[in-house]
């Protein structure tokens, strides 16, 4: 009888631990997490493969992620961090707190892709964007713009990847004259946002001329408001590339399925949600191929600083960046 009833226990208590549904936790950026954007499709999908809890937790913009990985270190509750971009692999992998994916990847990059540690879900080019039916004719470069008195919005490079990214394409397109180029734009700036949303909002609202963005932000409002007076302005000097990635931290509890979510990265179930929820170019392009109009502000060049190169520059090209604005 003592027997039975011990098995019996047993089998009571080891119930719930195999019923027990394993989480997975994604740390990423505000706007991806928004009704609107990718994460919930994305949710339901992975869901649907993995038998597990996907949850995604916002943390600001691209910029804050690794800010707030760095401050937790090991203890973060976070398996995965999605929203980097290579303007910021270099710092990430030197933190030692990410690990090998393992994956192998084809991609439809604009540009060659290989690291250990980290795969690209989507890329696009920065943009300033306007509305065309108050600004007839958009400037064609840095000079132009910094010579116009047109007003513009940006995103603060310490906390937002567009506003990191802005300081990396001045700096690519202009070298040694990007404090030059600050000094002329620092009157056209309106103001510094902490991220993307903000400044995005503030431009919609008329409390600015023109908006750091992308080239596909237009698709937006085209394809999802059948609006088609937003436009990007393409610069002579080329604009610079965004590529944004995913790593899986080493201190994960969740190896397995931290993999098993950055293969599925690459997937169709992934990469068509991208176009039509982040508007940005998938890393991978699906099946279903891009919707109509999405492509319209192609750049004829493009600019891209390694991920050395760009850490390299980071902190000079900050200095001048925060010199002009204090003026």
Same mark, same amino acid.
């Given at each position: 009888?003592?027997?039975?009833?011990?098995?019996?226990?047993?089998?009571?208590?080891?119930?719930?631990?195999?019923?027990?549904?394993?989480?997975?936790?994604?740390?990423?950026?505000?706007?991806?997490?928004?009704?609107? !954007? &990718?994460?919930?499709?994305?949710?339901?999908?992975?869901?649907?493969?993995?038998?597990?809890?996907?949850?995604?937790?916002?943390?600001?913009?691209?910029?804050?992620?690794?800010?707030?990985?760095?401050?937790?270190?090991?203890?973060?509750?976070?398996?995965?961090?999605?929203?980097?971009?290579?303007?910021?692999?270099?710092?990430? !992998?030197?933190?030692?707190?990410?690990?090998?994916?393992?994956?192998?990847?084809?991609?439809?990059?604009?540009?060659?892709?290989?690291?250990?540690?980290?795969?690209?879900?989507?890329?696009?080019?920065?943009?300033?964007?306007?509305?065309?039916?108050?600004?007839?004719?958009?400037?064609?470069?840095?000079?132009?713009?910094?010579?116009?008195?047109?007003?513009?919005?940006?995103?603060?490079?310490?906390?937002?990847? &567009?506003?990191?990214?802005?300081?990396?394409?001045?700096?690519?397109?202009?070298?040694?004259?990007?404090?030059?180029?600050?000094?002329?734009?620092?009157?056209?700036?309106?103001?510094?946002?902490?991220?993307?949303?903000?400044?995005?909002?503030?431009?919609?609202? !008329?409390?600015?001329?023109?908006?750091?963005?992308?080239?596909?932000?237009?698709?937006?409002?085209?394809?999802?408001?059948?609006?088609?007076?937003?436009?990007?302005?393409?610069?002579?000097?080329?604009?610079?590339?965004?590529?944004?990635?995913?790593?899986?931290?080493?201190?994960?509890?969740?190896?397995?399925?931290?993999?098993?979510?950055?293969?599925?990265?690459?997937?169709?179930?992934?990469?068509?949600?991208?176009?039509?929820?982040?508007?940005?170019?998938?890393?991978?392009?699906?099946?279903?191929?891009?919707?109509?109009?999405?492509?319209?502000?192609?750049?004829?060049?493009?600019?891209?600083?390694?991920?050395?190169?760009?850490?390299?520059?980071?902190?000079?090209?900050?200095?001048?960046?925060?010199?002009?604005?204090?003026?």
């Amino acid at each position: 009888m003592k027997t039975t009833l011990l098995a019996a226990g047993l089998v009571i208590i080891a119930v719930p631990a195999m019923a027990e549904t394993p989480v997975l936790t994604v740390l990423t950026y505000d706007s991806f997490t928004s009704e609107w !954007g &990718p994460g919930p499709a994305i949710e339901k999908a992975f869901e649907a493969t993995c038998a597990c809890d996907l949850q995604f937790v916002p943390a600001g913009d691209g910029a804050a992620l690794l800010a707030r990985i760095q401050l937790e270190g090991a203890a973060s509750d976070a398996d995965v961090v999605l929203g980097l971009d290579t303007s910021l692999t270099a710092a990430a !992998g030197a933190t030692g707190l990410f690990a090998p994916h393992g994956v192998t990847a084809t991609t439809t990059l604009p540009v060659d892709f290989a690291d250990p540690l980290f795969l690209p879900f989507d890329w696009g080019w920065f943009a300033f964007v306007h509305d065309k039916t108050k600004l007839a004719e958009a400037p064609t470069s840095f000079d132009a713009l910094a010579a116009s008195d047109l007003k513009i919005v940006i995103q603060d490079p310490r906390s937002s990847t &567009p506003g990191l990214g802005l300081l990396m394409w001045v700096k690519a397109a202009h070298g040694d004259r990007a404090g030059e180029i600050w000094e002329a734009l620092a009157d056209n700036i309106v103001t510094v946002t902490p991220g993307w949303s903000e400044a995005y909002g503030l431009f919609l609202e !008329g409390e600015a001329d023109m908006v750091l963005s992308y080239t596909t932000s237009p698709a937006y409002h085209l394809i999802a408001e059948s609006d088609d007076t937003k436009a990007a302005a393409l610069f002579d000097e080329g604009h610079y590339l965004q590529v944004e990635v995913a790593g899986k931290l080493a201190a994960t509890d969740q190896p397995a399925l931290a993999d098993q979510f950055l293969a599925f990265m690459l997937s169709d179930g992934f990469q068509s949600v991208i176009p039509q929820t982040n508007w940005m170019y998938p890393a991978a392009m699906p099946e279903a191929g891009l919707p109509e109009g999405f492509d319209a502000f192609r750049p004829a060049k493009s600019l891209l600083l390694s991920p050395e190169e760009a850490q390299a520059a980071r902190d000079a090209a900050l200095a001048e960046w925060q010199a002009a604005l204090a003026r």
